[in-house]
């Protein structure tokens, strides 16, 4: 087995940041709209 898994290009940590901060928004802006 190697170990390609836990390598990711630049492109891919950016859209898993990305994607992980898109989740964290919506999270907050879903709280907020019940004020």
């Known amino acids: 087995m190697t170990n390609t898994e836990k390598e990711y290009t630049m492109e891919e940590l950016v859209q898993l940041i990305n ?4 989740d964290f928004i919506i999270e907050i802006s879903l709280e907020g709209d019940d004020e």
Do not use: D, L, V
């Not at 994607?19 to 898109?22: A, H």
């Open 19 to 22: 994607s992980q901060e898109n």
